[in-house]
């Protein structure tokens, strides 16, 4: 029986084996309860802010709002999000291409002349227990 759970064992992912490991979202700074916020989770800095690890929408129904995304190996992340306020799976921009709609990264870095790149917005995160992040929009 022994050997039976350890051989099935071998061939659990490092997800699966993380557990409880969560890294939890806090929102604030959301001035409508309108549309859907949108959380990007990136694991590495050539894909930051085109190909997320991991993605979750929560509908807006009060001005703070808490994500968590289970399950998330060590590792190094960053996390964009965006308010989209008229909910059609975009963040809106003028012809000059600044946004419409509020948003943020991790780390609450300033935004003035352009989005941070991934070492800006980035946190360690260990597989042990809960990250806590928060972003103000």
């Known amino acids: 029986m022994h050997l039976i ?3 099935l064992l071998s061939f659990s992912s490092p997800q699966q084996q993380a557990g409880n490991a969560k890294i939890i979202v806090t929102v604030s700074g959301i001035e ?7 959380i990007s989770l990136f694991n590495d800095e050539k894909g930051f802010l085109h190909h997320s690890f991991k993605r979750q929408q929560q509908e807006v129904q009060q001005l703070t709002i808490q994500e968590i995304f289970e ?6 992340y960053a996390i964009s999000i965006y308010h989209d306020i008229n909910s059609n799976g975009k963040l ?3 012809f000059l291409r600044i946004p419409k709609e509020p948003y943020g990264f991790s780390n609450n870095p300033s935004t003035t002349f352009g989005p941070p790149d991934f070492e800006g917005a ?3 995160h260990t ?5 806590y992040i928060n972003i103000k929009l």
């Not at 409508?32 to 949108?38: A, N, S």
Request: no cysteine.
């Open 5 to 7: 759970l350890s051989f």
């Open 32 to 38: 409508e309860t309108t549309g859907v916020i949108r």
């Open 122 to 124: 980035s946190f360690s």
């Open 127 to 131: 597989s042990k227990g809960v990250t």
């Open 92 to 94: 809106d921009s003028n």
């Open 71 to 76: 399950d998330v190996p060590e590792g190094t």
